[in-house]
């Protein structure tokens, strides 16, 4: 089991800037990948921003250029540091990590990070 707690959402004027952070617990040394995903209000959840545990990196074409994800190994930890951002940023923003397991792909998922774009 891996455990994922996200901190460091809020509300954030256009063109602002956020870093979201997410500490994983537990089976870490299972974890193939770790992302980002959001979810806004009447709209499906869609990723974000994902890392490979080879240091890869996947970004949707909406973020490309304002935000980056990264890791902390030392502190089991991934960020996603947004900047430039847009009111169609408001979203509730999961954290992920992906385990492809012994007995098959897993999914685990943090409770969620609400982040406003407003003025």
């Known amino acids: 089991q891996v455990q994922l707690v996200e901190s460091g959402g809020g509300l954030v004027q256009p063109g602002g800037s956020l870093r979201l952070s997410c500490a994983a617990s537990?089976?870490?040394?299972?974890?193939?990948?770790m992302g980002w995903y959001r979810q806004a209000p009447g709209k499906q959840r869609e990723l974000v921003a994902a890392?490979?545990?080879?240091?890869?990196?996947n970004y949707a074409d909406s973020v490309k250029g304002r935000f980056t994800i990264s890791r902390d190994n030392a502190k089991n930890t991934v960020y996603l540091q947004m900047n430039s951002l847009k009111p169609e940023d408001t979203a509730v923003y999961y954290c992920?990590?992906?385990?492809?397991?012994?007995?098959?792909?897993?999914?685990?998922w943090g409770k969620g990070t609400l982040v406003t774009v407003s003025s």
């Open positions: 992920n990590a992906f385990s492809r397991g012994v007995a098959g792909p897993v999914d685990y």
């Open positions: 537990g089976s870490i040394f299972s974890i193939n990948a």
């Open positions: 890392i490979t545990s080879g240091g890869s990196t």
